[in-house]
């Protein structure tokens, strides 16, 4: 009999490892899909202290090389239609969702391809000449509707949601899965960057950005240049100014040089800035990787079995695909569940 035999699955007992948004919502979305097991999140920081309270929380898609484009759209047009639907209701303030319209603009119309998300953000079209004129360093620009989360808003509303639905929150930091094995059948791991040292993943890198969190109440319209390396992103408690993308950097302190360049850049797309008010920098390092890990892993050691189902590794677009992998990771806990119960009733014979 092998020890996945001794215990009882009347209610699987499910730990997830990882406090931030893709925990969190994994969590969540394990919690509501199957409602017969126990959902503990067990992490080291939470909100705000977390990658995931440093973000934009924009949902503009990056592409990960390694994950088929048809998974990504459909990772994203779930998690859109998700907080879109949140949007539509009352829980929208709440929750932090706002949708937002604006331009991303480019300085050569070669290097603005048409991106594999348009049909799923809403309105996609060419920017038109009067909306150019603008920017005029710019030649080229496409306008859309998309959807935007506050970040630490949103993170404390799953965690609520969580706990509505029986979920416990532990503060701890795992140093070993297998220090898990004998309080829970099932590890969901959504530790992002931490999942280097944790379970020695090298495949995983950070890619640290520094963003300003500032008060500019009269912007309502995003900005992005294509490089991705100037955005204004208004949501309703404050406006993320950004940004840098340096890989390979561990370093969480904020640099005022690059603070300066961020807000010179900005301002230079949009003058108004110069009269935005208390500003705050904040650093955090994408958990980066050619494609997101999101996939069942049975850990053995001797006659004993535990069941991971990893789910990190989101680099740039935690927040666009979030719900579409916590679908896909309740989806392969249900999976080990089965195997479990089956395991069980083969013992029992
Ligand atoms: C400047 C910036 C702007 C961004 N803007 C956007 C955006 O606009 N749109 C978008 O889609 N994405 C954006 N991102 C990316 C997004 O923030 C990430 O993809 C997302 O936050 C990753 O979430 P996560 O839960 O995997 O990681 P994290 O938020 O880092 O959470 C990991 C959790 O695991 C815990 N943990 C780690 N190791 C252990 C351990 N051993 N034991 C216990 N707990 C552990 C941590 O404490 C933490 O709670 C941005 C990122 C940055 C840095
Ligand atoms: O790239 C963007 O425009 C959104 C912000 C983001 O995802 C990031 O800085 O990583």
Redesign the pocket.
């Known amino acids: 009999m092998d020890s996945w035999s001794n215990k009882s699955m009347s209610k699987p007992r499910i730990a997830v490892?990882?406090?931030?948004?893709?925990?969190l919502s994994a969590a969540v979305c394990i919690s509501e899909t199957i409602p017969t097991c126990s959902v503990t999140i067990?992490?080291?920081?939470?909100t705000p202290n977390?990658?995931?309270d440093?973000?934009?929380?924009?949902?503009?898609p990056h592409t990960y090389p390694g994950t088929p484009i048809y998974q990504q759209k459909q990772w994203f047009k779930e998690t859109f239609d998700y907080l879109f639907a949140i949007n539509n209701s009352s829980e929208a303030p709440s929750a932090g969702i706002s949708l937002v319209s604006g331009w991303q603009i480019f300085k050569t119309s070669s290097s603005a391809e048409l991106p594999f998300w348009s049909d799923i953000v809403l309105g996609f079209r060419a920017m038109t000449e009067m909306e150019l004129k603008k920017f005029p360093q710019y030649r080229f620009g496409q306008a859309f509707t998309t959807l935007k989360c506050d970040c630490p808003s949103y993170l404390l509303w799953l965690e609520k949601r969580l706990k509505g639905n029986g979920g416990e929150v532990h503060a701890?930091?795992?140093?070993n899965l297998w220090d898990l094995q004998n309080n829970y059948d099932i590890v969901v791991n959504?530790?992002?960057?931490?999942s280097r040292?944790?379970i020695g993943d090298l495949k995983i890198y950070p890619v640290r950005?520094?963003?300003l969190k500032v008060h500019a109440p009269w912007l309502n319209h995003f900005i992005r240049d294509g490089d991705g390396l100037s955005y204004i992103?208004p949501g309703i408690h404050n406006v993320t100014l950004?940004?840098t993308r340096e890989k390979g950097s561990w370093n969480l302190s904020p640099d005022p040089n690059i603070s300066k360049d961020i807000f010179d850049k900005c301002c230079a797309l949009e003058p108004s800035l110069q009269k935005a008010q208390d500003i705050k920098v904040r650093v955090?390092?994408?958990?980066s990787r050619l494609a997101v890990r999101l996939q069942k892993e049975i850990l053995v050691q001797g006659e004993k079995k535990l069941p991971v189902v990893h789910n990190?590794g989101?680099?740039?677009?935690?927040?666009?695909m979030h719900w579409g992998t916590a679908k896909e990771a309740a989806r392969l806990v249900g999976e080990c569940i089965a195997t479990l119960q089956d395991s069980l009733s083969k013992a029992k014979l």
């Open positions: 490892i990882g406090a931030g948004l893709i925990g067990i992490s080291d920081e939470f977390t990658t995931s440093v973000a934009a929380g924009m949902l503009i701890k930091r795992i140093a959504c530790t992002g960057i931490g040292q944790l950005g520094q963003v992103y950004g940004g955090g390092l994408r958990p990190y989101h680099g740039s677009g935690g927040f666009s």
